[in-house]
């Protein structure tokens, strides 16, 4: 290798052991791009591939799905080289029934890169140009790094089917539950209630001049206060606790509707019968899908979150290990990225 092919990596080797090293650069095939990466943000997937408890990812392997970065290389009817890109890190069939009926991101066999495929802790990555959405030079990195989270917070909240002035309470302020919160608020939502147990994260959450239930307060008692005693039209579950699980129908005002964002690890109790009698909708979100990540990518463009406020942390490539610890610690830094460009 030479230093015009290979490029730096954070290769998992084995479960909690990331090696920085000196691997070839990938050379993308007809119909793909190769791609230098910015910022790959870190989430509760990439902690399950870590730890090694996710089933499908084996190491060695190079991690990342939440990507941004510049075309290097284009072929065929790609992104012209200096782009910046915003990345749909799904990968699905195109076979199977969801496939075929359009629903891509819910496919039986559905795969992302990162897991399946290289991904972008690393100087470089190699991707298909249809996973590429171009957004305007002028858009600050660090914004576009919030694209693929906020593709899920859009994709919640366009399912839940949201009406004007609707009051909707959300359980959880960590970077989904936050972004679903500023979505809800931009499409018309009403009042936006936030639980959340840590207090730096409430407290930012207040910042935002959303409803934010003290951490040691009784979250029912509260939001019946603050629903005249009705419950919250919309609850989004972007926590995924048991703890949680066990109270949503109590949140939930009758015909109300239960939106299931977080993923939970293992099955949770829920009352099914308060659901049955007051005849819940109960909503499940997986990822989201190429509309929402359009939409997403232009909110970042258009600047009409105010996304410059997030709590942003940003580690190197080098120190990919400790930007995990800190993820890990649901602390004030609301979203860590990892810059695969070299730190000054």
Same mark, same amino acid.
């Given at each position: ?8 990596? +954070? ?29 790959? #943000? ?130 959880? +302020? ?13 499409? #018309? ?118 996304? #410059? ?6 580690? #190197?490539?080098?120190? +990919? ?8 610690? +649901? ?14």
């Amino acid at each position: 290798m030479t230093p015009q092919t290979s490029m730096r990596a +954070a290769v998992l080797v084995a479960p909690e052991k990331i090696e920085i090293q000196q691997i070839e650069r990938p050379q993308p095939p007809h119909g793909w791009s190769l791609v230098r990466v910015e910022y790959t #943000g870190l989430c509760g997937t990439d902690f399950s591939i870590l730890h090694g408890t996710h089933p499908r990812a084996l190491p060695p392997l190079i991690m990342g799905h939440e990507i941004t970065g510049v075309v290097e290389i284009s072929t065929d009817d790609g992104p012209k080289p200096g782009t910046r890109v915003v990345v749909e890190p799904l990968i699905s069939c195109g076979e199977c029934g969801p496939c075929r009926r359009g629903e891509a991101h819910v496919c039986r066999r559905l795969g992302l890169y990162g897991i399946d495929l290289a991904g972008s802790l690393a100087e470089y990555v190699a991707l298909p140009n249809s996973a590429l959405i171009p957004v305007p030079s002028t858009v600050p990195a660090l914004h576009a790094a919030l694209t693929e989270p906020l593709a899920v917070a859009v994709h919640a909240v366009a399912l839940s089917g949201m009406r004007t002035g609707d009051r909707v309470a959300i359980f959880g +302020a960590g970077p989904i539950g936050t972004l679903t919160a500023l979505v809800a608020r931009h499409d #018309g939502a009403g009042e936006v209630i936030i639980i959340e147990p840590s207090a730096e994260r409430s407290a930012f959450a207040a910042s935002l001049g959303f409803t934010v239930i003290p951490p040691d307060a009784d979250a029912l008692k509260e939001i019946s206060k603050l629903t005249d005693d009705e419950g919250a039209d919309l609850v989004f579950d972007t926590a995924a606790h048991p703890s949680v699980a066990a109270i949503l129908p109590s949140a939930t005002r009758v015909r109300g509707t239960i939106v299931l964002v977080g993923v939970y690890k293992k099955p949770a109790e829920v009352d099914l019968q308060a659901i049955t009698f007051a005849e819940h909708t109960v909503i499940g979100v997986r990822v989201y899908t190429r509309a929402d990540m359009e939409r997403a990518a232009q909110l970042v463009t258009d600047d009409v979150l105010d996304l #410059g406020r997030f709590p942003v942390k940003v580690f #190197g490539l080098e120190e +990919a290990a400790a930007g995990f610890d800190t993820a890990a610690s +649901a602390g004030a830094a609301l979203k860590v990225l990892i810059s695969s460009e070299r730190m000054q």
